[in-house]
């Protein structure tokens, strides 16, 4: 009995709020409704966004929508084959207010003019290599069988209507290009030079401007052909929807002659000037770790949202962060004081950027629809070209499927993960990439090591009975979306290093190891992110017989927001970390951006676990008092197991009876210090396989401090001796 009160204790002390933070009510149940909020509406978006597409005419997985004229009017293009499918007039896009608009594509907000719904380039094969910025204008960049193509479209409004126009340069090719400007047409003639087409029962009249090129009005469609050349060519063609008579005549007279698209591929004039200082809180914890809190500028002029899903740096110790709602932000003065900490918006316009990750100074960022380098070229503060690194992932059109977390192996090949094509690498040129191990539901955490150890971590519910951390193996299987037994899966999915019940973690971040020489005793540790429960965990991992297992213990901290990403500062040596809030989570913050910095104090943090053939050895990063650290009544074991199947969870099920629902107590026979003075191994009455072990402690440290938490962890083989794993 003493020893099931002493789990209890300690259970209700795990994740206690030591850093003086507020999260949301832990004994309230989230809801729906917690997650209505429509600000993303009154965002300044930039003069693009990133997203899946939804038109009258089909939905694109990787849209871009382009803001026109101060506003007045918009276009939609399809990424995957460089075609404008649709143009519109009025508000640019609309934003669900569930779940912050993050779960949703945006709408088109304004009244569509006209749309393509067929590839503008027929069957030739398309690659789209980048969109350059310069102020508001944007110029597209694709190469189209063997031709590289600058494409820029702008919009005139005017008393006398909306026109809306497109420039292309067409660099030199060998083979004719077919380029489609219309389809659907169910009228077609002929004025004045002008093609005029009905599409929709709107009139559509059309001017092409070229030399060496022709139009075509084919039976339902109309087409400009481009001959090969061995020169560049320039072609422009205006929409003048609804218009005719003197207001057409009006329209054309004003629109302007092509532009050179080369001048706007050059770096144009900054579009958010402004840096916005914040203030910081540093911690003032007592122990081995304090917690500082970096201010995040929530209000800001562009009413962006500061949803931080993504974070690293710069050599010089600028930190770039990433948001869910597509921002890159800079991070300057992350300096010991903290005192001077600033603000500025980079980048604006990516799909639900969720990782972020810099090379050589080079800053890559992970989106639903591809990973982009932003270069700045001009050095003023702003990224002027997005260039495409690799855009071969499957952009799934829906809302509950983010492709999430950006990490880098010893070779240089990247990493992320989703739910549809599980964790996917890219090789270091980004020009190929596969996926290697599949079956995780609803996947926001992954971690690759200096060792080159790659983790991920599903989300709980169907066929995922719990929380856990998956060393991944090339070709593994993870279990969503039902078993698949072979000879070598018994199971039906291959098992996770370790499980996590919710005390320990409800909803997974990522992975971090410690590379940092400012770190003490845990430098060459994994940590893991609770984005549920806004918590730092310290994993412990062994390997028997090529098998890895292991078990994670809860640092004493509450941070503002469900933390994803951590990195370690090249500059202060210390760990950044970001997160955000959406559902199931105690974040009380949309974003945050935090400092654990370690003070060198006392830590007591147990740092190794392994198991033996009569029980488990901890490792603690501190010596210990031999007579509480030797008392078997101040530790308490139970076990259980987790049923998998195609229900939300599971319950606990007794490990001497699986129809059982309930967890065990093992009864601890000894314990015994070891001479190094830091390493108790407890005795345990019987060691097996088991899903879930619960180890709980109260001892002291050697100088006194206490040590009460609880280690929860997996094993999968018990050594047959007391050899040890690695």
Same mark, same amino acid.
């Given at each position: ?59 694109? !997985? ?50 569509? +003019? ?35 193509? +600058? ?29 489609? +400007? ?40 109309? =087409? ?38 080369? +001048? ?151 990493? @992320? ?25 609803? !996947? ?8 080159? &150890? ?32 072979? =000879? ?50 310290? &994993? ?15 640092? !004493? ?12 500062? !090249? ?63 101040? @530790? ?18 007794? &490990? ?11 009864? &601890? ?50 050594? =047959? ?6």
């Amino acid at each position: 009995m003493l020893r099931i009160m002493l789990a209890l204790v300690i259970s209700s002390l795990i994740g206690l709020p030591l850093c003086g933070q507020v999260p949301m009510d832990p004994g309230k149940t989230w809801k729906e409704a917690d997650s209505i909020d429509d600000r993303w509406n009154e965002t300044d978006l930039g003069p693009f966004l990133a997203s899946v597409l939804r038109t009258p005419a089909g939905v694109y !997985p990787k849209g871009l929508s382009i803001h026109l004229d101060k506003g007045s009017a918009a276009v939609g293009y399809n990424l995957q084959n460089g075609s404008l499918q649709v143009a519109w007039s009025g508000d640019f896009l609309s934003f669900s207010d569930r779940r912050y608009g993050i779960t949703s594509a945006p709408s088109i907000a304004g009244t569509v +003019l006209f749309q393509c719904s067929t590839p503008a380039w027929g069957k030739a094969p398309v690659r789209y290599l980048g969109t350059y910025q310069h102020g508001t204008r944007v110029v597209l960049s694709y190469q189209v069988a063997d031709a590289t193509i +600058l494409e820029s479209p702008t919009a005139q409004q005017t008393d006398d209507g909306t026109v809306i126009s497109r420039t292309l340069q067409v660099g030199p090719h060998k083979t004719p290009l077919h380029w489609r +400007l219309l389809d659907k047409v169910s009228k077609l003639s002929s004025s004045d030079g002008l093609l005029i087409a009905t599409q929709g029962g709107i009139q559509i009249p059309l001017s092409i401007s070229g030399a060496g090129m022709s139009s075509a009005a084919m039976a339902d469609a109309i =087409e400009v052909e481009l001959p090969a050349s061995s020169s560049q060519q320039v072609v422009k063609v205006s929409y003048y929807p609804g218009s005719s008579g003197d207001k057409l005549a009006g329209l054309r007279a004003a629109t302007p002659a092509a532009e050179d698209l080369a +001048l706007l591929t050059k770096p144009g004039p900054a579009l958010w000037p402004q840096e916005i200082a914040t203030s910081s809180q540093l911690g003032t914890e007592e122990g081995p770790f304090q917690v500082d809190t970096i201010g995040v500028p929530f209000e800001n002029p562009f009413g962006a949202l500061m949803f931080l899903a993504g974070h690293d740096f710069f050599s010089d110790g600028t930190l770039a962060a990433c948001t869910m709602h597509g921002d890159v932000w800079l991070v300057t003065g992350l300096d010991d004081k903290l005192d001077n900490v600033r603000w500025r918006r980079f980048a604006t316009g990516l799909h639900q950027s969720m990782g972020l990750r810099i090379i050589k100074d080079r800053l890559y960022v992970l989106g639903k629809d591809q990973i982009t380098i932003l270069h700045d070229r001009d050095g003023n503060g702003e990224a002027d070209y997005y260039e495409n690194f690799n855009s071969a992932g499957q952009t799934s059109i829906g809302g509950h499927d983010f492709a999430a977390c950006l990490e880098t192996d010893p070779d240089g090949n990247f990493y @992320y993960i989703r739910a549809h094509e599980g964790v996917v690498r890219v090789s270091a040129d980004g020009t190929s990439s596969r996926s290697i191990a599949t079956g995780f539901r609803n !996947p926001v955490g992954l971690g690759v090591g200096p060792n080159g &150890v790659i983790t991920a971590t599903p989300q709980e519910g169907t066929w995922t009975p719990a929380s856990c951390i998956i060393e991944i193996q090339e070709g593994g299987y993870y279990g969503f979306g039902g078993p698949q037994k072979t =000879e070598a899966r018994p199971l039906g999915y291959d098992p996770p290093l370790c499980w996590m019940p919710r005390l320990q973690d409800n909803s997974s971040g990522g992975q971090i190891w410690v590379t940092s020489d400012k770190w003490g005793p845990l430098k060459g540790q994994m940590l893991h992110l609770s984005y549920g429960q806004c918590a730092l965990l310290v &994993v412990m991992r062994e390997v028997i017989d090529e098998r890895s297992q292991g078990g994670t213990f809860k640092l !004493p901290y509450l941070f503002k927001s469900g933390v994803m990403r951590g990195r370690f500062s !090249p500059t202060d040596g210390q760990l950044y970390l970001t997160g955000l809030r959406g559902w199931q989570t105690l974040a009380a913050d949309d974003g945050c951006l935090e400092r654990l910095r370690y003070t060198g104090q006392e830590s007591n943090i147990p740092q190794q676990l392994n198991v033996t053939p009569t029980g488990v050895r901890i490792r603690f990063t501190d010596r210990l008092d031999k007579a509480s650290a030797s008392d078997p009544d101040n @530790y308490a074991v139970d076990w259980w197991n987790y049923r998998y199947s195609k229900e939300y969870g599971s319950k606990d099920y007794k &490990v001497s009876d699986s129809r059982q629902p309930g967890r065990e107590e093992v009864y &601890v026979e000894d314990v015994r210090l070891l001479p190094d003075g830091h390493t108790v191994e407890l005795i345990l009455e019987e060691i097996r396989p088991v899903m879930q072990m619960e180890i709980s402690f109260a001892i002291k440290s050697a100088t006194g401090q206490s040590i009460k938490n609880s280690i929860f962890n997996t094993i999968h083989k018990v050594p =047959e001796s007391n050899s040890r794993g690695r």
